[in-house]
């Protein structure tokens, strides 16, 4: 990588932001590329958050993708804001524009594409989610968008699901306990909480053999470990499951083609994903 007085930065905001896997693929991507593009991890804490985004601005910094905890918080802080970030509710990349940064959300676009490259049809078919946190948010936005025919949303705490999609008329919203009441047929299941997530990775949100016989294709947002419980048993009835790698990788690419106003050629992708899963 060469750095020279021409050199456009991106970096990633967060706290924590250490662990983060933005940098490797989005400087793997510039240097691909050929852009004259450096990515940086930029530790901020939720108190300085504002301060950052003014201070990356006047910095000149092109492009911040933007991490926990400020997803939510950061909607507060662009010039402009995406539809689909705004109906997600949640803020993953943020590109800088005249006067600021224009908020994005790439996780969205990033699960579509995964379902894309996996030939998961949606379109017209019921959906089972599980979780209703913030990945859940983006994937709901997604599976409407593409046209499933309803959702069941099962989460822990049911008030907040209630609260985020009670209104909704093709979104039943279900205890995990409850999942008999979904009526008999086959499904795409996308498992959306935390639980089987390294170093956890013996736990699932549903054990039941019966719940799996109802899905016909898994897909994990998790991908550490690459094989969850969840996929596993969807595996062992007879069913195609996905961990979340392709997602994880499509989010960082969304993005990366927004900050440097290219797309990404397909063999690049393939070898994105190498890297990531050699
Ligand atoms: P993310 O941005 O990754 O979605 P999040 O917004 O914190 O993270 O959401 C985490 C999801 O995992 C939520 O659906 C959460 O359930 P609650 O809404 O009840 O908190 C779910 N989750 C986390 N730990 C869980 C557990 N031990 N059992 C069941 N669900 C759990």
């Known amino acids: 990588m060469k750095i020279d007085g021409n050199t456009g930065v991106l970096g990633i905001i967060g706290d924590p932001v250490a662990h983060s896997g933005s940098p490797s693929l989005h400087n793997f991507l510039a240097e691909k590329l050929g852009d004259n593009l450096v990515y940086v991890p930029f530790p901020v804490k939720p108190q300085g958050l504002s ?11 092109r492009g911040m993708n933007v991490t926990v905890p400020h997803k939510q918080t950061v909607l507060e802080e ?12 949640a803020v993953n990349t943020l590109v800088r524009i005249r006067g600021g940064y224009k908020g994005y959300n790439t996780d969205y676009s990033g699960f579509m594409r995964q379902l894309d490259h996996d030939s998961v049809i949606v379109y017209d078919k019921p959906v089972i989610v599980l979780g209703a946190g913030g990945a859940a948010h983006a994937v709901i936005y997604a599976l409407e968008k593409i046209g499933a025919s309803e959702i069941y949303l099962l989460n822990r705490s049911r008030d907040k699901a209630e609260k985020d999609f009670g209104k909704r008329k093709n979104i039943r919203i279900l205890d995990f306990e409850d999942w008999e ?5 086959k499904y795409i299941c996308i498992q959306c909480t935390s639980v089987g997530l ?20 898994g897909v994990d947002l998790i991908y550490d470990p690459r094989e969850t ?3 596993k048993k ?10 979340g790698l392709r997602m994880l990788m499509y989010q960082a690419v969304s993005a990366y083609e927004l900050f440097a106003d290219r797309e990404v050629p397909e063999e ?3 070898e994105l994903y190498e890297q990531l899963d050699p």
């Not at 009441?181 to 047929?185: D, M, Q, S, V």
């Not at 390294?198 to 294709?217: H, N, S, W, Y």
């Open 51 to 61: 301060a950052a985004i003014q201070g990356a601005y006047r910095l000149g910094i």
């Open 78 to 89: 662009v010039t402009e804001l995406d539809d689909a970030a705004l109906t997600i509710g």
């Open 181 to 185: 009441k979904i009526p008999k047929a």
């Open 198 to 217: 390294a170093p956890r990775e013996k736990e699932c949100v549903i054990r039941d053999e019966g719940f799996f016989e109802l899905i016909q294709t």
């Open 229 to 231: 419980v969840f996929m």
């Open 234 to 243: 969807v595996r062992e009835h007879g069913g195609q499951a996905y961990n």
């Open 268 to 270: 690049v992708l393939e």
